[in-house]
Nanobody, 121 residues
C-alpha cells in the first residue's frame, strides 16, 4: 500500500528555516513526481513546488529562491528545505505523489498526513 509520511514541521520566527521530509513506502519514489502542497488558513491548497520523476524541481513564484525541493531515491524520501520563512508561509504542508507534476493539488493521487509550519514573531 502506497504511503507518504511527512515530518519536520514546527514553529519558527520570520527569517528562520525548516527542512521537511516525506518518506515514501509501498512504491518507488524514483518513478514518481513529488509535490509539496501548502494549505494556508482561509486559502485554497496550492502546489508550491514539484519534483518530477527525473528529479527536476519547479517552484511557485512566491517561494522561488527561498525553498529547495529534492528527492533522494536511495532513501525513498523527498525533502523541502525552506529558508527565509515568512508569516505567509504558515500552513499545513503535505507531500503528494503522482506519475507527473500536476497543476492542481486535488489532482495528485497520493497524499501524506501533513505537517504544520507556523511562522510568527
Amino acid at each position: 500500500q502506497a504511503r507518504l509520511v511527512e515530518s519536520g514541521g514546527g514553529s519558527v520566527q520570520p527569517g528562520g528555516s525548516l527542512r521537511l521530509s516525506c518518506a515514501a513506502s509501498g512504491f518507488t519514489l524514483e518513478h514518481y513526481a513529488i509535490a509539496w502542497v501548502r494549505q494556508a488558513p482561509g486559502k485554497e491548497d496550492e502546489v508550491i513546488t514539484c519534483v518530477n520523476a527525473a528529479g527536476t524541481p519547479t517552484y511557485r513564484d512566491s517561494v522561488k529562491g527561498r525553498f529547495t525541493a529534492s528527492k533522494d531515491n536511495t532513501k525513498n524520501t523527498a525533502f523541502l528545505q525552506m529558508n527565509g520563512l515568512q508569516p505567509e508561509d504558515t500552513g499545513i504542508y503535505y507531500c503528494a505523489a503522482d506519475s507527473f507534476c500536476l497543476h492542481y493539488a486535488s489532482e495528485f493521487g497520493n497524499w501524506g498526513q501533513g505537517t504544520q509550519v507556523t511562522v510568527s514573531s
